[in-house]
């Protein structure tokens, strides 16, 4: 097996597998009913059947998913094509596909036109959050001053109103990540809510000596909720670990997971260095065992196309704010099968469909998960947002930001002295680095003075940084309206920094 097509065939046969054994006829059961667990001796399959995991495939096929993660990681081949982050696929786009016209892109986003200590802004912190355009605002203030209802409830015009804008808002997002019903996306405040979330609804069925697999690159929001969630049920948390590069090492998460790994949660693509993970075959793979999987697409959504059912996870979740959408808004895909055989994280009203106080019987999903008032105006913002990404075009977005990344990476190893930390095969635009005799903060500065925003610290993801001996790092981060010119300003004074 030693051509990038017997890879890609081997890998499709592998996924396929994987997928067949994670379908809901042979999944059916809740993980969060302890109660159906087989009686008799604990062993790690007949619990996992007893609590709605798939079986783990037999130790031939096993062998094989092994064998395949061997071959990638010696053959120096890439990923075939099959299995690449869809960021490769904007990369690979012609031009015929169409340019953005980044001068008009950047007038539809006001505050762009601001000045910071004299000089034009350059918002270069575009992990930490984007930069809304007219579009969204415009969204938000049209409910505001029109619609403004409490929705599902009302039997006037202006709630009915905006329950249609928030349930076309939830359609927009089904429709953005490839779900196959708008029943199957959940609005939480954010990432870090619905991973809280995620946590909460999985810990029913997680008992002690239960595994949940991590990477190294995690942000804390991926991080403390399971730990938490381990704390209180005796579960176990196992971390994938880092190359030099800032890659997930393939054959160590292979090696991790075992028929006591429950869950695996996984960031799509890391805020700290960029790397982007091949996040279906490691969902192949974790299904392969059983395993629950969640993808924090906190750094993805906004970068390239996502289809979750391409990913093939069960859990897809991601901030608002960090797609041009406003804050205190995000979403969590979760297949139908988990959400019906999955517990209400918390109670209140929406959820129910009648109570008593002997009793409640709780909603469908989604409102199941979705208690009390949600945010109306700003889930309606970012259904504004993810059209006006649609618009742009996520394909010709990828190609454009692949190629600053590359000018803006060149740029910055040409400094001397200048560490870039985080240098995976398939990256999004993040740029982290440290400067030898530097102050990551005071470097910070000096590119705020300078009208560049930056972040500089420890980004919420300090093991990712730990692991190459470091406790903060100076991290621009680009988006579709950044230009080459502001790499340049970025440049010029990390350069004269330097040069001291
Ligand atoms: N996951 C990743 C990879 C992130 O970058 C972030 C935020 O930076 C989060 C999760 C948490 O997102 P939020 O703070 O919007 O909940």
């Known amino acids: 097996m030693n051509t990038e097509s017997e890879i890609a065939r081997a890998a499709r046969h592998l996924l396929a597998d994987a997928r067949a054994v994670s379908k809901p006829e042979t999944a059916a059961m809740p993980l969060s009913r302890p109660t159906a667990v087989a009686t008799g001796a604990r062993s790690p399959a007949n619990d996992a059947a007893g609590r709605g995991m798939a079986q783990p495939q037999s130790a031939a096929d096993l062998e094989g998913l092994r064998a395949f993660v061997r071959q990638l990681r ?58 809304k355009p007219q579009a969204v605002i415009d969204a938000i203030t049209h409910f505001y001053a029109h619609d403004n209802s409490n929705i599902h409830r009302g ?41 809280n979330l995620l946590a909460n609804i999985l810990a029913p069925g997680l008992r002690r000596g239960d595994e949940i697999v991590l990477t190294e690159l995690e942000h804390h929001a991926n991080i403390v909720p399971w730990q938490m969630v381990a704390e209180r049920t005796g579960a176990v948390i196992r971390v994938a670990p880092l190359d030099d590069r800032g890659d997930v090492i393939l054959e160590a998460y292979e090696r991790l997971l075992g028929p ?34 969640v993808i924090d697409g906190a750094q993805s959504v906004s970068h390239f196309p996502v289809d ?38 918390q109670g209140g009203g929406n959820m129910i469909q009648a109570v008593t106080f002997a009793h409640t019987t709780y909603s469908g999903p989604p409102a199941k998960f979705e208690a009390g008032t949600p945010n109306i105006a700003d889930a309606i913002g970012l259904g504004a947002a993810l059209d006006y990404v649609t618009r742009l075009g996520r ?11 590359e000018y803006a990476t060149g740029k910055l190893m040409a400094i001397d002295g200048l560490r870039l930390v985080g240098t995976a095969r398939e990256k999004v635009g993040v740029l982290s680095f440290v400067l030898p005799g530097h102050d990551t903060i005071e470097v910070g500065r000096m590119l705020d003075r300078a009208g560049i925003a930056v972040r500089a610290g420890h980004h919420c993801a300090q093991p990712s940084l730990r692991r190459y001996g470091l406790e903060a790092t100076v991290r621009p981060s680009l988006a579709f309206y950044n230009t080459r010119a502001e790499v340049d300003r970025l440049a010029e004074v990390v350069s004269s920094l330097a040069r001291g």
Not at 83 to 95: E, F, H, Q, Y
Not at 270 to 291: C, D, F, H, W, Y
Not at 312 to 336: E, L, N, Q, W
Request: glycine share 8%; hydrophobic share 40%.
């Open 74 to 131: 010696t053959s120096d081949l890439k990923l075939p094509a099959a299995l690449r982050p869809l960021s490769s696929v904007g990369a690979t786009l012609s031009p015929a596909a169409g340019m953005l016209d980044i001068d008009a892109v950047r007038s539809d986003f006001p505050i762009l036109q601001e000045r910071v200590h004299g000089k034009p802004l350059a918002w270069l912190d575009n992990a930490a959050t984007t930069q």
């Open 155 to 195: 039997a006037h015009t202006l709630a009915a109103r905006a329950t249609d804008a928030y349930e076309h808002a939830r359609q927009t997002i089904q429709q953005f990540i490839g779900a196959s019903s708008p029943d199957e996306i959940v609005f939480v405040r954010g990432c870090t809510e619905g991973i």
């Open 260 to 293: 006591l790994t429950r869950v695996v949660s996984l960031s799509h693509a890391s805020n700290s260095l960029g790397t982007i993970l091949p996040v279906e075959l490691m969902t192949a793979m974790a299904k392969s065992r059983g395993a629950r999987v």
């Open 308 to 345: 979750v059912r391409r990913i093939g996870c069960d859990f897809y979740v991601f901030s608002g704010h960090k797609i041009f959408g406003p804050t205190g808004i995000g979403a969590v895909y979760m297949t139908r099968e988990a959400q019906e055989s999955l517990p209400p994280w």
């Open 395 to 405: 394909e010709r977005i990828a190609v454009y930001e692949h190629e600053l990344l």
